[in-house]
């Protein structure tokens, strides 16, 4: 069933309001989901269908559930209303903000006091083992792409890297787990504020630190002073190098989403990436081993 939201505002709003609410307008910017901004009362909120392919994806909405439930209270994500018990939407309060941009030395700072506070939460009951995560996604991908043999080649290489992951309990912290810029608001009291955490669950911080790395393409000064921000103390050599180790496997990790998608799209491009765009960073990961 392809659920709208004109269903769901006329025959579910008692669930979430006291009153009938009112349909605005869609939301950009969601690269699988379906999100509308609603007005309930004079309150702002936004409502979040769930794909179709969340199974596909890997997506936790148990996991999602309970991380924003941790982080709503310390004002640390789009403050959660809703949770629809059948995982085919959300609510949550919405976030008048702008996405961070890493302009200042004082942006680094405040992301990486995010990481610590999102990292110091309490856990949650899910964990992310990246390499059964990057084996599912694996089994998703269609083998007929042209992308795939190179891909494959990419997978053997991967692999090991995936597979010498320590994944010692001492070392698991909650974490977001898809920290790009779009999903990272500062809203307008100047509160940086993490959204969209649907593949939340507990792990290495390292991920959550490569991935603001990867997505902002920070320069190695500038991955110096996060580490040091969010270490509280000069970064090491070792920590830049576990950094380096962690970027790659974001990066892979990502190829193989973006294989995903593309597998279950319908046409010879996807609104998410080019399938050029795909080819060439397999291509420039592939290059990294050599």
């Not at 869609?26 to 969340?54: C, E, M, Q, Y």
């Amino acid at each position: 069933m392809n659920l709208s939201v004109e269903y769901l505002v006329a025959n579910e709003w008692q669930r979430w309001s006291d009153k009938p609410p009112r349909l605005i307008c869609p939301l950009d910017g969601g690269l699988t989901n379906r999100s509308f901004l609603i007005d309930t009362d004079g309150k702002k909120l936004v409502l979040r269908i769930n794909a179709s392919n969340s199974q596909a994806l890997d997506l936790n909405r148990v996991a999602e559930a309970e991380a924003l439930q941790q982080a709503s209270p310390r004002d640390l994500c789009a403050p959660l209303v809703y949770v629809d018990p059948d995982q085919r939407y959300l609510l949550t309060e919405f976030v008048d903000g702008a996405p961070l941009e890493i302009d200042q030395p004082q942006t680094i700072a405040q992301l990486a006091q995010l990481l610590r506070q999102i990292h110091q939460l309490p856990p949650i009951s899910v964990h992310l083992d990246i390499a059964e995560k990057a084996s599912r996604y694996w089994q998703s991908i269609d083998r007929s792409s042209e992308f795939f043999p190179a891909l494959a080649r990419l997978h053997l290489l991967m692999e090991p890297q995936l597979n010498q992951i320590s994944t010692c309990p001492e070392n698991d912290r909650l974490c977001h787990n898809d920290l790009l810029p779009g999903n990272l608001l500062q809203d307008m009291s100047g509160q940086l504020r993490a959204i969209d955490w649907e593949y939340a669950a507990c792990g290495d911080p390292f991920f959550d630190l490569a991935t603001v790395t990867v997505g902002y393409d920070l320069e190695r000064q500038q991955q110096r002073a996060l580490l040091t921000e969010y270490f509280l103390r000069p970064a090491r050599e070792a920590d830049l190098q576990w950094l380096d180790h962690w970027k790659r496997i974001y990066r892979y990790v990502s190829v193989l989403w973006y294989a995903i998608q593309l597998s279950h799209s319908l046409g010879n491009t996807s609104p998410q990436i080019e399938r050029s765009a795909l080819y060439a960073e397999i291509t420039q990961l592939l290059s990294s081993f050599y």
